[in-house]
């Protein structure tokens, strides 16, 4: 991964933009507007910075996200489309209603277009038909969970695609999806520029996860932690109800740990929380198997929250396998970890009363919660503004609590994890009491 320090921020354009913006006159000709000059710190550590200034080093910062007084397109011509891809995750329906209203009132765009069933949309043979989007026809639909537009898995032809949006006129794609659709965003704008076009690609990171690098909180993420705490306080409820009742929840993550960790605090019933970057043992008299007949013997009940991603050495010696997306499928660690309980103590002759929880599909469709109602808005809003000025190959997000824009190749291939020397996991092994559990 590269270091921080040397990334590159800066933000790619379609040409110089020369229109005044149509918001200029809100509020009786008052507007904040933006400009590119404005920057926020990645690292906001005081003795960091000034550190790296002392050295004369560049502080790492990103192009603040909103308005900008002047824009690239002419509303009046401009078509866009928007796309959503990969798996579902509350707030899609949020994103792709702010993006339609933003364009809509905002710049006064009138040709706006779904993409039906992610990047297979733009392939002919598919035979799926674009949605026209209004205000109107996206009313509502922030109050339902998936996708309006539909989504799909895997890579299709990037030449294709950008056939596609130039058969359609599209000059603005929004495409909202995790790592694997900000790379072939990646490839899409590449294509443009070797063909010289003016399209412009803006993303709108997807990942229930929370795994972006250097972005703060991804949408969904809030609303997974809010349904996944109710699913572990009814598994806390099953486990005290029993003798030697244990309540053992699997929950997204597949190689970062930040929802488990985060419904383990906010849910502090949570007696062992495993997690993909913390490697644990099953067996031995450090193991999780021990430490949780141990918990039996004094408690009577234990709840066990686990990461899709966590224990999966495992199954070392099964054959790996690869999703449409070209992901590597995980093994169930969910289920492993209900027979391999069971079993051990069968062996002990202890009689327990195990209750195992996947709500992973449930959560992932459920629609979002205010928080993530509100930080979809404001995403949506900010992809807008930066199209309409005519940036491309780049995505919104969070950093330090502000709305930035990012390179999309700054992000791509790379992911952010729990620090276990960081005051999160410190935070959720003083709140579960768990111990290494490794020999």
């Known amino acids: 991964m590269k270091n921080k320090e040397h990334i590159d921020t800066s933000i790619m354009s379609l040409g110089p933009a020369k229109i005044t ?33 002392k050295n004369g080093k560049k502080l790492l910062s990103f192009e603040r996200a909103g308005p900008r007084c002047k824009i690239y ?19 899609i329906n949020d994103v792709v209603r702010g993006i339609v209203l933003a364009l809509h009132h905002n710049y006064g765009v009138r040709n ?40 799909s898995r895997g890579p299709q032809d990037i030449e294709s ?69 109710n699913v572990i306080r009814s598994a806390h409820n099953e486990a005290i109800s029993a003798p030697n009742g244990i309540g053992l929840v699997k929950l997204m993550g597949r190689h970062s740990g930040f929802i488990a960790a985060a419904a383990t605090l906010a849910m502090p019933d949570v007696n062992f929380c495993l997690i993909p970057e913390s490697d644990f043992d099953l067996e031995g ?90 930080l979809c808005g404001f995403l949506a809003h900010s992809a807008v503004h930066a199209g309409m000025a005519g940036k491309t190959k780049m995505l919104v997000g969070l950093c330090n609590n502000q709305l930035v824009h990012i390179p999309m190749e700054a992000t791509a291939g790379k992911r952010k994890q729990v620090h276990l020397f960081g005051g999160k996991w410190l935070s959720v092994l003083e709140t579960t009491g768990q111990p290494s559990l490794k020999n």
């Open 21 to 53: 913006s149509p918001i200029g006159a809100e509020g009786g000709g008052t507007r904040c507007f933006v400009s590119d000059k404005e920057r926020i710190l990645v690292n906001i550590f005081e003795s960091d910075v000034m550190k790296a200034v």
């Open 73 to 91: 397109f002419d509303p009046s011509k401009l078509r866009c489309a928007v796309v959503s891809c990969g798996g579902l995750c509350p707030g």
């Open 112 to 151: 706006i277009y779904g993409v039906r069933y992610g990047l297979e949309g733009f392939i002919s043979s598919y035979g799926h038909e674009l949605i026209t989007l209004t205000p109107d026809s996206v009313l509502n639909i922030h109050e339902r969970g998936g996708t309006v537009l539909g989504s």
């Open 161 to 229: 695609i950008v056939d596609a949006l130039e058969r359609m006129n599209v000059g603005l794609l929004f495409t909202i999806g995790g790592d694997g659709t900000m790379a072939a965003s990646v490839e899409i704008a590449d294509e443009i520029s070797k063909r010289q076009l003016k399209i412009g690609v803006i993303g709108i990171p997807k990942t229930i996860d929370n795994d972006i690098y250097l972005i703060d909180r991804s949408f969904g993420f809030d609303t997974a932690v809010d349904v996944a705490v």
């Open 285 to 374: 008299p450090k193991g999780l198997l021990e430490a949780l007949k141990e918990r039996l013997i004094h408690r009577k009940h234990a709840v066990i929250v686990v990461a899709e991603g966590a224990g999966q050495k495992f199954f070392d010696n099964k054959p790996k396998e690869r999703d449409a997306s070209g992901n590597i499928r995980l093994n169930d660690i969910g289920l492993f970890l209900k027979e391999a309980i069971s079993g051990y103590f069968r062996e002990q002759k202890m009689p327990i009363n195990l209750k195992y929880i996947d709500p992973s599909y449930t959560i992932r469709s459920v629609p979002a919660n205010a928080n993530d109602h509100v």
